[in-house]
Each structure stands twice: as structure tokens, then as C-alpha cells.
């Protein structure tokens, strides 16, 4: 019986070439583009890109790529708690003191007549974690902390907790890579403004609280700690402040102490007693 069922041969579709014997040259371009465009190439072409932008805000180039990454990623971003070096904080104590000496060198030569108790206020105000973090907003560095599973659930608040810290980090880390010159020019940069504008009262909110009361007869104020939430590495307070015959006022802080002066400011402010500032 002749079959008469024609021979069904399989074309390669158009456009795309058949396979190609391995030593051909015309293979070579075809791997060169695929490694090109690989996941890994992308991923690393990206990174790159985001430290470049980094870069450009913060004014310096590293050398030391891992320098500015570690200054960026915070402690719950770590895989493991064993880590911790890997996290910004080593860097944060090394940018705390050069932060400082930095800034005491600006004051000394700024302001020539000041005795070492105004030059002492001025450093305090200026090197203080709110100032840092006013630094850190204003270049933009919000987006960049690498955040893991506790502090993206942590959120805005977690964010804003870091800002100093990171600003801290990233002295130190261009300290490292540029060294002292380098991270003069930082902070000089961003700090030099901000010393020549007028200083702003640094009286603590509790001193002045205590002040008041004892005008009135009152008696001391007294702080009681409501409340303490939030993961170990970045506890959050919240403290009630007493006095006889007026409603408690609470606060909340990353410490005690800083949450009992947000209390005393809060009674200060509803009380309407002056002179008061939780700046300090």
C-alpha cells in the first residue's frame, strides 16, 4: 500500500536563526546579548544607578561602595541578630564624634569672642539627633534606609526614629572612605547654615516644668512610665507627668527621658507657662 501522506517538514520560524554549532561566530554576539541583559547585570547596572543619585546628594564619591550601603541599612534589615556590624550603627558611633569634633572646630573659628559655655550650648544644638535628621531630610535620604520585616511593619514612626542615625552613619562612612577633609566638607556644608542662624532657647521642658510648680507651691513633678511598646532595638515610652490639682500630661519618646520632656512640654504648653523648649 503506497502512502501517499506528503512529508511534513519543520521550519523554523521567521526571523529567528536555527541553532547554531558551538564555536560559530555568530553565536558569540547572540551570548554576548543575553549576558547583557541577564537579571544579575540589570540588578547591578540599577545599583549603581541609586548610589550614583546617593552620591549626588550627599556630595562624594566612594570608593568603598559597601561603606555607603552599611551606612544605610538599618539593624532589622540584617538576616541575622549576629550581624549587627553589618548594620549602620558602628558607623553611626564613629560619625558621632567626628560629627562633633567637626562642628566644635566651625564654633571655635565662627565665633571668637564666645567662652566655652555658649560654645558648649551652640554644639549641643547643633549635633543634637533632631539637627542630623533635619540634615538627612533635607538631602532626601528618607527612601534609602533599608528597612527588614520589623521595621517596614514599624512604618513612618520606625523612619523617622533612624533619620539622625543615618546622618550620623554617613559621616562616618565618608570619614572612612575620604577622610577628615572629606567629611569636614559634609558638614560643613550642611551644618554652617544652620550655626549662623539665631540659637534657639535650649531650657529643658522638665526644668522649666519644675520651676513653675515650685512658684505655685506645688511640689515636684512626678513621671510615671505608662507604656512601652515597640521592638527591643527601637523601644518606644510613653510617660504620664503628675502634679496635684492639674490633669496628667503624657508623652512619648524613644526613651524615658525623652518621652518625660514631651510630657512637661505638653503641660507647659497647656498651662500656658513660657520659656519652655524640648529641644534640648
Not at 76 to 103: N, P, T
Request: hydrophobic content about 35%; charged content about 25%.
Amino acid at each position: 500500500m503506497n502512502d501517499d501522506t506528503p512529508d511534513i517538514q519543520t521550519a523554523e520560524p521567521a526571523g529567528l536563526p536555527g541553532p547554531t554549532p558551538d564555536g560559530d561566530p555568530q553565536a558569540e554576539p547572540a551570548r554576548k546579548k543575553r549576558a547583557r541583559s541577564s537579571p544579575k547585570s540589570s540588578s547591578k547596572t540599577g545599583l549603581k544607578a541609586a548610589n550614583a543619585a546617593i552620591e549626588a546628594r550627599i556630595g562624594h564619591s566612594f570608593v568603598d561602595s559597601g561603606l555607603l550601603a552599611t551606612a544605610f541599612t538599618h539593624v532589622s534589615a540584617l538576616k541575622s541578630a549576629r550581624k549587627r556590624g553589618d548594620s549602620y550603627q558602628r558607623l553611626e558611633f564613629l560619625g558621632d564624634h567626628v560629627l562633633g569634633l567637626i562642628v566644635s572646630d566651625m564654633l571655635y573659628r565662627a565665633f571668637p569672642s564666645a567662652d566655652e559655655g555658649e560654645l558648649s550650648k551652640r554644639l549641643a544644638d547643633l549635633v543634637r539627633k533632631e539637627s542630623c535628621a533635619d540634615v538627612a531630610k533635607s538631602l532626601g535620604l528618607l527612601d534609602d534606609i533599608k528597612l527588614g520585616a520589623v521595621g517596614a511593619g514599624a512604618g513612618a514612626r520606625l523612619r523617622k526614629s533612624v533619620l539622625g542615625d543615618v546622618c550620623e552613619a554617613v559621616i562616618g562612612a565618608i570619614f572612612l572612605d575620604g577622610g577628615y577633609t572629606a567629611a569636614a566638607g559634609f558638614v560643613e556644608r550642611n551644618w554652617t547654615e544652620r550655626m549662623h542662624k539665631p540659637r534657639r532657647p535650649l531650657r529643658d521642658p522638665k526644668t522649666v516644668l519644675q520651676e513653675w510648680a515650685q512658684g505655685k507651691g506645688l511640689p515636684t513633678p512626678v513621671y510615671r512610665e505608662v507604656e512601652r511598646t515597640g521592638p527591643h532595638h527601637d523601644p518606644q515610652f510613653r510617660v504620664a507627668v503628675d502634679l496635684p490639682g492639674l490633669e496628667p500630661a503624657e508623652g512619648v519618646g524613644g526613651s524615658k527621658r525623652a518621652a518625660e520632656k514631651v510630657a512637661a512640654s505638653v503641660m507647659i504648653a497647656r498651662e500656658g507657662v513660657s520659656g519652655g523648649s524640648n529641644d534640648g
